[in-house]
Structure formats: C-alpha cells, structure tokens
C-alpha cells in the first residue's frame, strides 16, 4: 500500500536554528498538509497545501515557518528559527482531494526536540 | 467551529473483554468521521471512517464505529480486545471542502492481561 513517508525521525537541534523536515506523499495525491503533536496533547492542524500554495493554514503556523514543494516529490516544512516550544512530533499527509469524503493519510511523524 | 471531544483520557480493559470509546463532535453540516490510531512512537493509522449511506462502519483489526446524528457521536468498539490493541486512539472530523481534520483530545487505552 502506498505511504507517506518523512524524514528525519527524529532530529535534535539547538534553539535558534533553522529546520528543515522533509515528506515525500503518496504519488497521486494533490493536497498536502502538515500536522504537529506536541507531547501529549492532541494533533493539531498546522497548514495545507495544493496546487503550489498553501490553502489554510492555522494560527500556529506564523511567519517561523514556510512550506515548499521543492519538486515533484517533496514537501518540506521548514522552521526558521526553532524555539523550545516548537519541540513536537510533526506529521505530512497527503490526500487525493480535498478532505470531505477522502482519507488523509499520514506519515509516520518526525520528531523534534530543540534544546 | 468544529470541535471534537473524547470524554475519556484513558480507559483500561482486561484482554478478551469488549471496549467502547467515546466520541462527540460539535458540526452543523454533515461530517465526514475518521478514527485513527497511534502506538507509541509510531505514527497515525486509519482505522476507519464514515462518510454516508450506513451508519455502522467497520474498520480494520475488528474496529467498529456507529455515527449516530441525533446524538452527534461516533463510538469506537471491538467486541474482544487483544494485548496489541494498547495504544492512543484519535476521532477526528472533517466537513465537505475542508483543508484540516480536527482531532479529538485522544484516549488511551491501556489492557491488563
């Protein structure tokens, strides 16, 4: 079955500096999103991407970060300059279409810790 | 707004014994439902959804869930938990046209032998 799929799993890096996660979804799929999860608490909506720009995006998702579709392939969410606060698993997920009557479906996350 | 509610945090069940999860959402339009299941450290698994025509969906690993509108819940149940069923599980609502599912709080579920 086709995944999604995000690198790195984990990654450490120091307050102040720039991230860079990366996703590749499922190759069909248009719509491309990003969610986050910090430590127990629940999943929340960060931003959601089609056709070359975002379409929504969340009251968190400020002007620390930016998403690009580098290629044909890649989806990338970038974090200017993390702070501690920022340390959370982060999920991609693509969909075929819009939400709505489609399935999101998820990568496995790529967790954060900044120090 | 959407909203999304799962009533308990954490619930445990002996293996072998049946389990039902609670989810409430706060929608005016119709929903599209989803659950999803997360073992630690691990991402989010679908494990079913409800989209239209009968209310009674099943899902994988023997998951069931019943969108009842009336009440504006769709439970999570299996008749029998295993062992590996231990993990968080998320509810989730989506509206026609969306760009972001809305997640519930989660529940963990925790199997004593």
């Known amino acids: 079955e086709p995944e999604v799929t995000q690198t790195p799993s984990h990654q450490v890096t120091q307050m102040g500096q720039e991230v860079i996660l990366r996703c590749v979804p499922i190759s069909n799929h248009l719509y491309f999103y990003w969610y986050r999860q910090i430590l127990g608490q629940k999943v929340e909506f960060l931003v959601s991407?089609?056709?070359?720009?975002?379409?929504?995006k969340s009251e968190i998702f400020d002007d620390q970060f930016s998403v690009e579709r580098p290629d044909g392939s890649n989806f990338t969410l970038k974090i200017r300059s993390t702070k501690l606060e920022d340390s959370a698993m982060y999920f991609c997920?693509?969909?075929?279409?819009?939400?709505?009557?489609?399935?999101?479906?998820f990568g496995e996350g790529s967790w954060l810790t900044v120090v | 707004a959407q909203s999304v509610t799962q009533p308990d945090i954490h619930i445990t069940v002996s293996e072998g014994a049946s389990l039902e999860l609670r989810c409430n959402y706060s929608?005016?339009?119709?929903?599209?439902l989803f659950w999803y299941v997360q073992s630690p450290g691990q991402g989010l698994q679908l494990l079913l959804k409800?989209?239209?025509?009968?209310?009674l969906v099943q899902g994988i690993k023997g998951f069931e869930a019943e969108f009842k509108r009336s009440q504006s819940s769709f439970n999570l149940r299996k008749p029998s938990v295993h062992w590996s069923d231990a993990a968080e599980y998320f509810c989730?609502?989506?509206?026609?046209?969306?760009?972001?599912?809305?997640f519930g709080q989660g529940t963990r579920l925790t199997i004593n032998p």
């Open positions: 989730a609502v989506a509206t026609q046209g969306a760009q972001k599912l809305v």
């Open positions: 997920a693509s969909s075929e279409r819009e939400l709505g009557g489609n399935t999101i479906y």
């Open positions: 991407f089609y056709n070359n720009e975002i379409s929504e």
């Open positions: 409800y989209f239209s025509g009968d209310t």
């Open positions: 929608y005016g339009a119709t929903p599209y």
